[in-house]
């Protein structure tokens, strides 16, 4: 029996090499299918993702799919078939239906030899085994079935139970694609190894960009900006340059937008941003290059504050150390002074230092707290003096301090002097006033006047002019003592005739100023530069007439006149202006005509201003007439005042006040009509009529006091004469009596 079913464990051992067969197609037909599936993956996420540059939930989206793809084709090409059931029956089958010439031979031998092996797996043979053998037909016809398989089982053909060009044709399709992708990492394995990360492991690994964009300096992306300076950006690209780059920016408080840059070069693009004030993160992008990140942390420059120049002059000047005012634009100081600079910032400092012109740099000494500086200079020469500073930053301020700095081109004093109350012709004992203004660089050492008389006398023709008389010292009246080594100084000046003619007689011979006679008068102004001869500058020379005091007051009386004729002619215009005011139709009767009328009106209110204006030239010109009255000692300075308070005066008042407020009326008349407007004006009118017809009386009596003045000192003077004259006679006749006659003053006898 054993003997008989050996056989069929041979027949076993092929079918359990058909059965492993099985699974190995299995595998290989399910590992073909993936990695086909694969290459069939790998192309559309590639181009998709390469182009697109998916983002995570993107590429998850196609991983997924491809998986749920790939699962359905694993489950049914490789898990389904290894859990099917591949008995010996089922692979008999799949022989016999391979070999159609085995007629179900070898499934028979299968079956019969696992009946014939249950009987005989025991040694006593039942009863009821063999009935069994004999009911189910006869051992020995089984074993001769058996038997004849087993002398057939070299030609049966059990390979084919199996689909080997299945098997090869996918075998054949996973190696395609395990070429394709060796091919791949080949040509390109960085993109094989990106899209596997982005694709497959879903990572955040980049496609690298066609296009690059860097900062063109090549500086850092964060950058500390001074506030309030301007911002530029300036990209320069690497690779295929695209048509525009755009900066998206985003400030501290909030505000953002986006704008395109401006094309710089062949592959360089710039952009500024005006006076940044705040921190701004801004961002370039253009073509598919990543995202430029540019930062700006704005911090505020330095500033010199409290700054103070200190000038400690020569000695040989003799002054105190000077500062000029804050915000000096120029400083003049003089060769060998010495500038003391001090000053502090709201920084903490890293350096300080004065720039004297473009060579020369003076390091400034910083103080304890890193804030404060202080330090000398000494300029030899004309330059531009600049204070900076540097802080921790390495900023500067960024509105140092600048001085035009002029050192040792000292110029002579300017002198200005104006006259009060002196004219062309002045008397022999007058005083010449006037306003006197000096300015210097470096201050003022003293101030002066010369002067010189000479005869006014024509010379005759063909004769040489006699030579110049040099002008001699004066005596200068100062209302303001010159301080010492002032730089300004403004006050009133004046110089008295009578220094030189002390005699009262301005004929007498005694004195130097005569009528008759020109008078000169210069005034000159000292500085203190040093340390050679001081400059020395003088005012323009002013000449006058010498004139007797008869021929000085008919002039001024002339101008009294004169005032007081223009006077009357202001008078009667103003009368006539008056009539013109109350006589004229009234505006709301004026019906057609109240056109005209309010032109008219508009015309005397203008008319009344230009009275005003010469009623105030008439009273300063009779102002300068008094005044001159004064300074030539033709009229005390009581009466001088006493005249001034009734005439130039009450002038000054009407020309300030009364004409322009009645001026006001009349065009406020001109442009309401109301009657109580126009009635007030009127009323003004007439009083200035009634004021300026007082100060006219006034002026006649101050021709008259002219008058009488001048005749009592011409009955004086002619008294004085006469007094001379007789005490001349009587000294004449006291000589001629007590000095004997010499003989030769004897007269011979008569013969």
């Known amino acids: 029996m054993n003997a008989t079913l050996r056989p069929t464990g041979l027949a076993q051992a092929e079918l359990s090499r058909v059965r492993r067969a099985a699974r190995l197609g299995a595998w290989i037909e399910a590992v073909g299918v993936a990695l086909a599936l694969l290459v069939v993956f790998a192309l559309p996420s590639l181009l998709t993702d390469r182009l697109l540059r998916l983002e995570l939930p993107y590429r998850a989206l196609l991983l997924g799919s491809f998986a749920l793809v790939l699962g359905r084709e694993l489950l049914r090409r490789l898990v389904r078939p290894l859990r099917a059931p591949l008995g010996d029956v089922e692979l008999a089958l799949a022989v016999e239906r391979g070999v159609p010439e085995v007629r179900q031979s070898l499934i028979s031998a299968l079956q019969f030899a696992r009946e014939l092996r249950e009987v005989g797996d025991s040694d006593d043979y039942s009863d009821g085994a063999h009935a069994a053998l004999r009911g189910d037909g006869s051992p020995a016809m089984k074993a001769a079935v058996v038997a004849d398989v087993q002398g057939r089982l070299s030609v049966i053909p059990f390979a084919q139970a199996l689909d080997a060009a299945r ?22 394995g960085s993109s094989l190894r990106t899209w596997a990360a982005r694709c497959l492991l879903l990572g955040a690994t980049e496609w690298p960009r066609y296009t690059t964009l860097a900062l063109a300096d090549g500086g850092a992306t964060t950058v500390r900006l001074p506030q309030g300076d301007a911002l530029t950006v300036r990209v320069a690209v690497t690779g295929p340059v695209p048509d525009q780059l755009f900066v998206d920016y985003r400030f501290a408080g909030g505000e953002n937008g986006s704008e395109a840059m401006s094309r710089t070069g062949d592959r360089e693009f710039a952009w500024t941003l005006e006076s940044v004030l705040a921190d701004v993160q801004m961002q370039v992008t253009g073509g598919d290059a990543l995202p ?9 420059r330095p500033r010199v504050e409290d700054l103070a120049v200190r000038v400690e002059f020569p000695a040989y000047m003799e002054r105190e150390p000077w500062t000029p005012p804050p915000g000096e634009g120029e400083l003049r100081v003089p060769r060998g002074a010495v500038l003391t600079l001090s000053g502090r910032s709201q920084k903490p400092l890293r350096e300080a230092f004065a720039l004297l012109g473009q060579d020369t740099k003076l390091p400034l000494a910083l103080g304890a707290d890193s804030r404060s500086f202080a330090g000398d200079a000494r300029p030899i020469a004309s330059s531009a003096l600049v204070v900076d500073v540097v802080d921790a930053d ?22 200005e002097f104006r006259l009060r109350g002196v004219g062309s012709a002045i008397t022999a004992h007058a005083r010449i006033p006037g306003e006197l203004r000096l300015r210097d660089d470096f201050g003022l050492r003293a101030v002066g006047a010369s002067w010189r008389a000479i005869t006014d006398a024509p010379v005759d023709k063909g004769q040489l002019p006699p030579p110049e008389a040099p002008f001699a010292e004066a005596g200068l009246t100062l209302r303001a003592p010159l301080p010492k080594s002032a730089l300004r100084h403004e006050t009133e000046a004046q110089v008295d005739l009578a220094q030189w003619n002390t005699v009262p007689d301005e004929s007498a011979p005694t004195n130097p100023i005569r009528p008759g006679m020109l008078f000169s008068l210069r005034l000159s102004a000292r500085d ?30 002339r101008r009294q006149i004169e005032q007081r004729v223009e006077l009357q002619r202001i008078l009667a215009e103003e009368q006539e202006a008056l009539r013109e005011l109350t006589e004229t139709v009234a505006l709301a009767q004026a019906g057609d005509r109240r056109a005209q009328v309010e032109a008219r009106q508009k015309t005397l209110a203008r008319r009344q201003q230009a009275l005003g204006r010469r009623v105030a030239f008439v009273g300063e010109s009779y102002q300068r007439i008094l005044w001159e009255y004064e300074n030539n000692r033709l009229w005390e300075s009581n009466q001088v005042r006493q005249v001034e308070g009734l005439i130039p005066a009450p002038l000054a008042a009407l020309a300030k006040d009364d004409f322009p407020a009645t001026a006001r009326q009349v065009d406020a008349y001109a442009k309401t009509g109301d009657e109580a407007v126009r009635a007030a004006a009127a009323e003004g009118y007439r009083a200035i009529a009634r004021r300026i017809a007082a100060v006219l009386k006034q002026m006649e009596e101050a021709e008259s006091l002219a008058a009488l003045i001048e005749e009592l000192r011409t009955v004086i003077k002619l008294e004085n004469e006469a007094i001379r004259d007789v005490e001349g006679r009587v000294r004449q006749n006291e000589r001629e009596f007590f000095q004997p006659k010499k003989p030769s003053d004897k007269k011979d006898p008569p013969k």
């Open 292 to 300: 430029l990140a540019v930062a700006a942390t704005v911090v505020e």
């Open 394 to 415: 390495s900023l500067g301020a960024g509105a140092p301090p600048k001085f035009a700095l002029r050192v040792g081109d000292d110029k002579p004093p300017a002198i």
């Open 167 to 188: 098997v090869r044709r996918f075998g054949a399709l996973g190696t395609l694609a395990v070429l394709a992708f060796a091919c791949w990492a080949s040509v390109d």
């Open 528 to 557: 203190n530069f040093g340390p050679g001869e001081p400059h020395e500058a003088f005012a323009e020379t002013m000449t006058f007439r010498v004139v007797t005091r008869e021929k000085l007051t008919d002039e001024l009386r």
